[in-house]
């Protein structure tokens, strides 16, 4: 750690594995649900339980895209931050404000919770992912605003490098398009066309600005490859990112009431979307291949390059086979999505939010630039663990939802939505139980955290290979 | 990459490619917004319909359904439900009664739960789903099933 304003990334990284404790037990318990219909009922009905999942999940995410903003910026720029004080009050704000809105979620039911929101103010709740209080919501742009205003600062100041300006680029882009999460007309199509503004133009969009930035910085820190080439790649991959994945938002407009061109639109854009993915995977791994010192810090490395093949394959390889409009004619809105989902949210910004932290904690906690042997071989298992889980949960998945389109949608003689349902529970057991692996995994990865910090000297210093 | 490819020229590509996609996209945009009207018959939308998303919504029911095939994976696709339960011939009236019967409690069975909604409520809900069955969604579901 270079500046020591940089401490603040720490609660925002300790606030962002809580939660992601959080979210995985809400997983399990909808998990649960899924063979086990009654599992709960009523005291957690599914859709409680799920919207837990989901906004955790998102949640963490920013707050470990915060941390890592509150890290990388302030060494990037070469100057300490703007404001530490406003990053922790924010830090407080944003936690008390996410506390207090799942206690909302699992405490009155929902309609209530509309109620005393005073959602018919200005009705924005009851959409998938943005279930949040409309009062939340505000909170969430105020933080933005002064977590965007204290980043800017830091940058205005110092040195303005490509990673800061991509990743000040990525931050904005996500502020803004969150705006459209107030916009919510009566007429449904209008609704879900502008919502997909939020969803996609956020994963798919400023999101991998983001993630772009992130890996960059980490890239740069581990090889010790020339700063000038990495930014190349990054440019050109962000180039690619937006120049597919802005018209590529039409693969969700093909069946909502939009008209038909969306099916040429959508398809061709979004099948040149695993492009930016794919070049990211050569990418990490030519400039690993081309290092110019061994890193001591083994998990930052293996979690870095993770996130490259696992994006790649979550979003790039299961996005690409669901996206062609003849073929989500037939899995739109099955498990095959959820499959997807899975996937790709952990193999994109679930990976480089742990890539990061496993980057900057042992630095925050003043353990030079690694942590002991013995830590980091906890901490890779967690990796392989998660990792081996997700791809199982995804395969498992992507069963399920192969033999519900089946079914429910080829089939001449169509069966019910629920008799489907029934016909595919062996998959949705194989999913819980590897929901269960996942859980482990993550216990393995908190244990890394406690595990002493040895003084083997090897975990110390960087050492240079050419 | 080559060193012929300079990063300034990465640069250019990243501004001018994206700022034509995006303004392409918000021509899309426009030209959508101008061929909606006759695709999601809006003129439809009455006070009823608009209370009915407003009821679906306070309700979080997309947390277990889809609707035209967003939402959650758990329970029955609603986008075209008054027409699998008898269209104008009874499907308003078993949407209502369903959604009054519930929860279901048949042991193990996933559970939709009571709302408690009005005759008002409901009655919109009815009115929302029949608006939403009647978008033009391009054939979308497959079949009735959903
Ligand atoms: C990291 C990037 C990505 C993430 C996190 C992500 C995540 C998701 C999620 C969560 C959904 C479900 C949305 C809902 O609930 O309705 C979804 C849907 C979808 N995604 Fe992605 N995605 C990513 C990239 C991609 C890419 C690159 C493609 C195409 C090549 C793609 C194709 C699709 C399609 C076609 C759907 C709609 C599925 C349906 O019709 O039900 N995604 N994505
Ligand atoms: C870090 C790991 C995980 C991530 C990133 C994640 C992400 C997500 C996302 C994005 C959705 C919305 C899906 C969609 O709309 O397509 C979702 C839903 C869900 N997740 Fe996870 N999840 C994770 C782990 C788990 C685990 C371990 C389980 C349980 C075994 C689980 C069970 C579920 C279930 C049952 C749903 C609901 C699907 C539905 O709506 O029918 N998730 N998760
Ligand atoms: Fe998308």
């Keep these: ?466 | 990459m080559s060193d012929k490819f300079t990063k300034a020229m990465a640069r250019n590509i990243f501004y001018g490619g994206s700022l034509f996609f995006i303004l392409l996209f918000i021509g899309l945009t426009v030209d959508t917004s101008s061929a909606l009207p006759k695709r999601d018959h809006r003129e439809n939308i009455t006070p009823q319909v608009a209370m009915g998303k407003d009821v679906w919504e306070k309700n979080d029911c997309i947390g277990c359904h889809t609707l035209l095939g967003e939402g959650a994976y758990y329970a029955p696709e609603l986008g075209n439900v008054y027409q699998r339960r008898g269209g104008d011939q009874g499907g308003g009236a078993f949407i209502k009664a369903w959604i009054k019967a519930q929860p279901s409690k048949a042991p193990g069975r996933r559970q939709m739960p009571q709302f408690n909604l009005t005759e008002e409520e409901l009655e919109a809900l009815v009115a929302f789903l029949k608006w939403t069955s009647e978008i033009n969604t391009a054939d979308w579901p497959p079949n009735i099933e959903g």
Aim: glycine share 8%; with cysteine; charged share 10%.
């Design chain 1, 1 to 466: 750690m270079q500046y020591s304003s940089q401490a603040v990334a720490k609660p925002y990284f300790i606030v962002a594995i809580a939660l992601f404790v959080g979210q995985i037990l809400f997983g399990l318990i909808i998990g649960m649900q899924y063979v086990i219909g009654d599992f709960l009922f009523p005291a957690i009905p599914f859709n409680v339980a799920r919207m837990v999942h989901t906004n955790l999940l998102i949640v963490w995410l920013l707050f470990g895209f915060m941390g890592a903003s509150y890290y990388l910026v302030p060494e990037e720029a070469e100057t300490e931050l703007h404001s530490p004080k406003l990053a922790w009050i924010l830090c407080i704000i944003f936690t008390v404000v996410g506390g207090v809105t799942i206690l909302g979620y699992l405490l009155v039911p929902y309609a209530t919770l509309a109620e005393i929101t005073g959602n018919h103010f200005l009705p924005t709740m009851g959409r998938e992912f943005l279930e949040q209080p409309t009062m939340t919501k505000i909170g969430i742009v105020i933080v933005a605003l002064g977590f965007l205003y204290n980043i800017g600062m830091t940058i205005l100041k110092g040195r303005k490098t490509v990673v800061n300006m991509v990743l000040l680029m990525g931050l904005v882009g996500l502020a803004v398009m969150f705006l459209f999460s107030f916009y919510n007309p009566s007429n449904l199509v209008l609704d879900k066309y502008y919502w997909w503004w939020v969803v996609h133009l956020w994963v798919e969009g400023v999101w991998e600005l983001i993630l772009g930035a992130i890996l960059a910085f980490i890239l740069i820190k581990v090889t010790g490859v020339d700063r000038e080439i990495i930014e190349k790649w990054l440019y050109i991959i962000i180039a690619m990112t937006l120049i597919t994945g802005v018209i590529g938002t039409g693969h969700h407009y093909y069946w909502i009431g939009a008209p038909e061109y969306w099916q040429i639109w959508g398809s061709v854009f979004s099948a040149l979307e695993p492009i930016p993915f794919f070049m990211m995977t050569v990418y990490a791994f030519n400039m690993v291949n081309q290092r110019r010192r061994e890193h001591p810090n083994k998990p930052a490395v293996l979690w870095a390059l993770g996130t490259a093949v696992m994006a790649f394959l979550g979003a790039g390889v299961w996005g690409f086979l669901h996206t062609l409009a003849p073929v989500n004619y037939y899995t739109h809105g099955t498990q095959i999505t959820a499959a997807h989902g899975h996937m790709a949210f952990y193999g994109a910004y679930v990976m480089i939010v742990l890539a990061i932290i496993s980057y900057a904690m042992p630095l925050l906690r003043g353990r030079a630039a690694a942590n002991s042997e013995k830590a980091q071989v906890w901490e890779m298992w967690s990796f392989w663990l998660m990792t081996i889980s997700i791809i199982f949960i995804t395969l498992f998945l992507t069963a399920a939802g192969i033999l519900q389109v089946w079914l429910q949608r080829v089939s001449d003689t169509p069966m019910s939505f629920m008799q489907t349902q029934d016909q595919v529970m062996i998959f949705y057991w194989l999913r819980e139980l590897a929901g269960g692996v996942f859980f482990i995994g993550l216990i393995v990865y908190l244990i890394s955290f406690f595990i002493e910090s040895g003084d083997s000297s090897a975990t110390t210093a960087t050492v240079d290979v050419k």
